[in-house]
C-alpha cells in the first residue's frame, strides 16, 4: 500500500514538473525515458540547451543535491548518453543536469545544474 501511494506521488511529482516546466518555456522530450542502463525522468530542451530531469518527492523541505547517490547520477549520466545515441539530432546540443524536488504542499524546488558529470 505504501509502495502504490510512492508511485502515485511520485507520478504526480513528475507530472507537476513537466507542467511547470513547460511554463517556462522548455520543451518536454521524453517522460519516464528508459534505457538498458537506466532511466530519465524528464528530458527537455530549452534552446540549444538539453536538460535531463531528476525528479525526487520529499516530505520536508531541503532541497538539495545530496539527496542523489553518485551512483544514481552515474546511472542518470549513462542514461542521457543512451538517449543522445539514439537521437543524434540532438548530438549538438549542450548538456545539463537538474534536480527537481517536490516537497510538502506539492512544492517545487527546481535545482539547475545540479550536478556535473564525472563530480563525486
Known amino acids: 500500500r505504501s509502495r502504490q501511494r510512492a508511485e502515485r506521488l511520485g507520478r504526480l511529482a513528475e507530472a507537476l514538473a513537466a507542467f511547470c ?11 519516464r525515458h528508459r534505457t538498458k ?6 528530458v527537455l530542451c530549452r534552446g540549444p540547451i538539453l536538460v535531463f530531469v531528476e525528479i525526487k518527492a520529499r516530505r520536508d523541505d531541503f532541497a538539495t543535491p545530496e539527496v542523489l547517490a553518485p551512483a544514481q ?5 549513462a542514461a542521457a548518453r543512451a538517449f543522445v ?7 549538438g546540443l549542450d548538456w545539463r543536469f537538474d534536480l527537481i524536488l517536490v516537497t510538502r504542499f506539492l512544492r517545487l524546488h527546481h535545482l539547475e545544474d545540479a550536478w556535473r558529470p564525472g563530480l563525486p
Do not use: F, H, T
Open 85 to 91: 545515441q539514439a537521437r543524434p539530432d540532438l548530438a
Open 73 to 77: 547520477r552515474r546511472r542518470i549520466e
Open 37 to 42: 542502463v537506466g532511466e530519465i525522468d524528464l
Open 21 to 31: 516546466l513547460r511554463l517556462k518555456g522548455y520543451r518536454v522530450l521524453a517522460r
